[in-house]
C-alpha cells in the first residue's frame, strides 16, 4: 500500500476511533444525568430492559431484535455489524408500515 494511502486510512481509522470514543463518554455522561435524574437503581434498569425488549419480542414486529437476544452464538465483528443493519432496517421497515 503506498504510503499516501496507508496516511489516508491511519487518518480516518483515528477519525473513526476519535469518534467512538467521543460517543462512549457522551453516553457515559447522559447515563449519569438520567441515573441522577430518575433515582433509579441497576436492578430497576436491569428489570425495566427486559420488559421492554420482552415486549418488543412478543410483539412480532421485530424478527432480528428476538433472534440476536435469544440466541446463545456470538459473531464475529463483520457478522455483527451485519446483524446491526439488519435491526435498524428491519426497525424502520416497522415504522413505514405502521405509517401506511
Avoid at 51 to 65: E, K, N, Q
Avoid at 71 to 94: H, N
Amino acid at each position: 500500500m503506498p504510503n499516501r494511502l496507508r496516511a489516508a486510512a491511519t487518518t480516518a481509522d483515528m477519525g473513526f476511533q476519535f469518534a467512538n470514543v467521543r460517543s462512549q463518554a457522551q453516553n457515559a455522561a447522559a447515563e449519569a444525568r438520567a441515573r441522577s435524574r430518575f433515582q433509579i437503581t441497576d436492578e430497576e434498569i436491569a428489570s425495566s430492559v427486559g420488559t421492554f425488549l420482552g415486549d418488543i419480542m412478543a410483539s412480532g414486529a421485530y424478527p432480528r431484535v428476538r433472534d440476536v437476544v435469544t440466541s446463545a452464538d456470538r459473531i464475529d465483528p463483520q457478522a455483527e455489524m451485519k446483524v446491526s443493519v439488519e435491526l435498524i432496517l428491519d426497525g424502520a421497515a416497522a415504522r413505514i408500515a405502521a405509517a401506511t
